[in-house]
């Protein structure tokens, strides 16, 4: 076979690729551009060790962690851009894909559309930089589960060490204080049917929850900046 015909080949195949790569776990990568970015999509319910309906719009943790894996030994790869818009989901599944973004080298910036709302919020912080536009709300109250419950102390023991948890790695990863962040948990004033706060995109940057209010165009020039202007990550 010719070398045209085997780099026709091989671009065909890549193309493949990375349709296969949308249709199924709902990212992409740029080839075209001026860097290398891979864009990860967290949508809908977030989807633990239990599977979904299929009238759910799930994201598959067992997807995510692999892929961000991939992305961060990639040389190829040079920067990661979360999307977010999604109503939570499995805590604990979450917080684990949360934990590894955050510990990437890979540069990384995370734009919250539509919402970002209960464990999407440790999301939307774990990036190096986050970005909500104006229209995005998220949504944040304490760690509850549904179903069967053991009617035991120690029942509300794993509650509190969950949320605990979850407020550590916010505040950690945010600007916003840990007093501050506890009293939106806390607030029975705003939610029908439950007990937490709804934040709307510039409120949420005011508290140092998210670093900027920005577009989509923002959240790609800081990515730029970010990569032209970090040290590369592998020699």
Do not use: W
């Amino acid at each position: 076979m010719s070398d045209d015909k085997q780099q026709d080949k091989s671009l065909s195949e890549e193309l493949i690729d990375d349709a296969e790569l949308v249709r199924e776990n709902g990212q992409s990568v740029s080839r075209n551009s001026k860097h290398l970015i891979h864009c990860l999509s967290v949508v809908g319910q977030i989807e633990g060790h239990y599977v979904l309906s299929e009238q759910n719009k799930t994201t598959k943790y067992e997807h995510i962690i692999p892929a961000l894996v991939a992305i961060e030994q990639d040389r190829s790869v040079e920067g990661l851009l979360i999307i977010l818009n999604t109503v939570g989901g499995d805590v604990e599944a979450g917080l684990a894909i949360a934990e590894l973004i955050s510990g990437m080298k890979t540069p990384t910036v995370s734009i919250v559309v539509g919402g970002g709302h209960s464990i999407g919020v440790p999301l939307a912080v774990s990036a190096k930089r986050s970005f909500i536009v104006p229209t995005a709300s998220m949504t944040i109250h304490p760690v509850r589960m549904n179903g069967t419950v053991l009617g035991v102390p120690q029942t509300l023991s794993y509650f509190d060490k969950m949320q605990d948890r979850i407020v550590r790695f916010v505040t950690k990863n945010s600007s916003i204080t840990e007093e501050t962040f506890r009293t939106l948990l806390m607030n029975t004033q705003e939610l029908v049917l439950d007990v937490g706060s709804v934040i709307e995109g510039e409120k949420a940057v005011e508290l140092g929850l998210i670093d900027s209010l920005g577009s989509l165009g923002d959240a790609m020039d800081c990515l730029y900046d970010m990569i032209e202007n970090t040290e590369k990550r592998y020699s």
